[in-house]
Structures are given as C-alpha cells and as structure tokens.
C-alpha cells in the first residue's frame, strides 16, 4: 500500500536556530512530492515541489529549502528560523498512473518559533 | 493564472440538514481534475471527492456531491444528512502542472 510518513508532528524551535523536516513515502516509485505551508486559520501555501531526485522548484521566496536527495525522500530545511516561519507544514506526493491523479498528504508537522 | 477561488469562509449547518460549499476555479486546461479536501481538527487532509472534467456526470460519495459546471468553471460541495464529525475546513484544489493549488477553504460547522 502507499503510504506517506511525516516527522515530527511537534516541533517548538527558538529563532535563529536550524530545520529540518523529513518527509517519505512507500508504495510507489518517481513520485512528485510537495512542501506546503498552512497559517493558522488558513489555506494551503505551496513552498517547494519536486518532480525527481536533486529536481527542486521554489514557488515563493524564503527563508526555508528542500532537497530530495532520495526518490521517496524530501526534506524542508532552514538554516535560521525566524518567527514568521510557524505554521503547519505538510508534505504531499502525487503520481499519475492510467491518467488519473492521486494526491496523498502526510499528517504535518506543527512548527512553533519562539 | 490557474487560481481556485472560496468566497464562503466559513458556513454553518444543522444536524441531518444539507449545506452546499461553492468553489470556482479559472484555467484555459481542457482536460483536469478538481478535488475537495477536508481538513478536521487534527489536520489531517482527506479527500472527499474527485471529479474528472471530461466527465459529464456529477461525482457522488456516499452524502458527498458535486455540482459541475464546466463552462462556468463551478464546482460545488453538497453535503446531506450533515454529521457533527463533517465539521472541518473544506478546500476545493485543482491541479495545475504537477501542482495542486487551493483555495482559502471554508470552514463548517455542524450543529447537534
């Protein structure tokens, strides 16, 4: 079966210091995988996705990065958090197979910034 | 732009009673999909439903439905019967070039 693993579901980290949240999936092989961001009470912000190993696009500019440096492994870092980056992060893969789409999100990771 | 638009933030409905989210979404695509997602309390995104473009018919699940109007680009959330648990935010999501964009999402509340 496909599943998709998240972690850590917590995370309470003080300014300026590093990031880093690991996301992977089983189940299926050359997945897209995705970085989205939610804001307490919001929507769903894309950050990053990626349609192969080392293959990164950025769709808004920030303090944060992502690497994939495995198929079914990608990773959101940041070298020094800043309070603006709390939120609810969740990563996603997506294939097509027989030209229908699957989306499966991950159970997200809640980031606190102090 | 491929853009996906709420304009409900937030509905309310009575147990057992039936409640619509609206959704409209604006591409030049011919051929695509477009999601509902539900997100409870514990944030875990769920998919309710999926409708294909190409398909005429509306997509049921169970007490979910949509009403697809493809020339207006419309795609709405009828929920029936509403459970105190369809409680939650609701995204409408379509997806574009191997991204899957949103809207703001409604959130709904479900009375006993």
């Given at each position: 079966?496909?599943?998709?693993?998240?972690?850590?579901?917590t995370?309470?980290?003080?300014v300026?210091?590093?990031?880093?949240?690991?996301?992977?999936?089983?189940?299926?092989?050359?997945?897209?995988?995705?970085?989205?961001?939610?804001?307490?009470?919001?929507?769903?912000q894309?950050?990053?996705?990626?349609?192969?190993?080392g293959?990164?696009?950025?769709?808004?500019?920030?303090?944060?990065s992502?690497?994939r440096p495995?198929?079914?492994?990608?990773?959101?870092?940041?070298?020094?958090?800043?309070?603006?980056?709390?939120?609810?992060?969740?990563?996603?893969?997506?294939v097509?197979?027989?030209?229908?789409?699957?989306?499966?999100?991950?159970?997200?990771?809640?980031?606190?910034?102090v | 732009?491929?853009?996906?638009?709420?304009?409900?933030?937030?509905?309310?409905?009575?147990e057992?009673?039936?409640?619509?989210?609206?959704?409209?979404?604006d591409?030049?695509?011919?051929?695509?999909y477009?999601?509902?997602?539900?997100?409870?309390?514990?944030?875990?995104?769920?998919l309710?439903?999926?409708?294909?473009a190409?398909?005429?018919?509306?997509?049921?699940?169970?007490?979910?439905?949509?009403?697809?109007?493809?020339?207006?680009?419309?795609?709405?959330?009828?929920?029936?019967?509403?459970?105190?648990?369809?409680?939650?935010?609701?995204?409408?999501?379509?997806?574009?070039t191997?991204k899957?964009?949103f809207?703001?999402?409604?959130?709904?509340q479900?009375f006993?």
């Open positions: 079966s496909q599943t998709i693993h998240q972690w850590p579901a995370l309470v980290q003080p300026g210091s590093p990031l880093s949240l690991e996301c992977t999936v089983e189940g299926t092989s050359n997945p897209n995988l995705y970085w989205y961001r939610q804001a307490a009470g919001r929507g769903l894309l950050l990053f996705y990626s349609v192969g190993i293959q990164i696009s950025s769709e808004v500019p920030q303090n944060l992502a690497s495995q198929d079914r492994q990608f990773i959101l870092s940041s070298k020094k958090l800043l309070l603006s980056d709390s939120g609810f992060y969740l990563c996603a893969w997506s097509l197979v027989g030209g229908d789409y699957g989306y499966t999100f991950g159970s997200g990771t809640r980031l606190t910034v | 732009a491929q853009t996906v638009t709420q304009s409900q933030p937030e509905m309310s409905v009575q057992a009673e039936t409640v619509t989210l609206s959704c409209t979404y591409t030049s695509e011919n051929n695509y477009l999601f509902w997602y539900k997100q409870p309390p514990s944030r875990q995104m769920i309710v439903i999926r409708q294909e190409y398909k005429q018919q509306n997509a049921t699940e169970n007490r979910f439905s949509v009403n697809f109007q493809k020339a207006a680009k419309s795609f709405s959330l009828k929920i029936s019967d509403s459970q105190l648990g369809d409680t939650a935010m609701y995204f409408c999501a379509f997806p574009f191997d899957l964009i809207g703001t999402g409604t959130r709904l479900v006993p």
